[in-house]
């Protein structure tokens, strides 16, 4: 694994850092570890996202009377195992 060294952390920013750290019961390191590894995770999903609207450029969208209809089964699925709604946003 690559070492990366990040200069001139302002201490208010490193302090609150630490903090959030040990109140997870986790080092510095561990820490700003998992803090990357999250924003790769946002990087990729990132890139999946433009590479799906890149491939769907230029076709028709679902039309509304379809996309209310799988809606509205979801809520019908849903509704049937007590698990809540689905809203149309």
Same mark, same amino acid.
């Given at each position: 694994?690559?070492?990366?060294? /990040? #200069?001139?952390?302002?201490?208010?920013? $490193? !302090?609150? /850092? #630490?903090? !959030?750290?040990?109140? #997870? +019961?986790?080092?510095?390191?561990?820490?700003?570890? +998992?803090?990357?590894?999250?924003?790769?995770?946002?990087?990729?999903?990132?890139?999946?996202? !433009?590479?799906?609207?890149?491939? $769907?450029?230029?076709?028709?969208?679902?039309?509304?009377?379809?996309?209310?209809?799988?809606?509205?089964? !979801?809520?019908?699925?849903?509704?049937?195992? +007590?698990? +809540?709604?689905?809203?149309?946003?």
């Amino acid at each position: 694994m690559s070492d990366v060294l /990040i #200069r001139d952390v302002p201490p208010d920013d $490193l !302090a609150r /850092i #630490r903090d !959030a750290a040990a109140e #997870r +019961g986790m080092s510095l390191q561990a820490y700003l570890l +998992g803090t990357v590894r999250a924003q790769v995770v946002y990087l990729r999903r990132q890139d999946a996202l !433009a590479a799906s609207e890149a491939r $769907l450029s230029g076709r028709s969208g679902v039309p509304a009377e379809e996309r209310d209809a799988v809606r509205d089964a !979801a809520q019908r699925a849903l509704s049937e195992h +007590g698990d +809540g709604s689905v809203d149309g946003s």
